[in-house]
């Protein structure tokens, strides 16, 4: 199962009632390379037949099929670092490489 510090829920409940954004939080996945996987999150007020759904302390997660594959391997964390700040996915899933393409960041 995906796993969030409190942090990250409490900036997504934040995000949804300051923004009035989607009713929903969608996570995913996609290859990416030599690196391993990117993770994304968004907002969305549409929810799949084909979506699993999560309740994370009022929280509405939606994750499509291939992403459930990975589940067990994510933990998404709020940050606020040397002046960025932004959800965070870690996961055993990713590798290190000397490609330029970033860290998953939102």
């Known amino acids: 199962m995906i ?3 409190l942090k990250a829920l409490d900036h997504a409940k934040q995000i949804q009632r300051e ?3 989607g009713q929903f939080l969608r996570i995913s996945v996609r290859g990416e390379g030599c690196r391993g996987f990117k993770f994304n999150l968004n907002f969305s007020t549409l929810e799949s ?5 999560f309740d994370y302390g009022g929280v509405i997660v939606l994750v499509d099929m291939f992403t459930m594959m990975f589940a067990e391997e994510i ?5 606020k670092t040397n002046g960025k700040e932004g959800f965070r996915f870690f996961s055993t899933l990713n590798k290190t490489c000397n ?3 970033k860290i998953s960041e939102i």
């Open 75 to 79: 933990v998404v964390d709020y940050e």
């Open 99 to 101: 490609c330029p393409s």
């Open 3 to 5: 796993r969030f510090t």
């Open 19 to 21: 923004q009035q954004v």
């Open 49 to 53: 037949m084909e979506d699993f759904v």
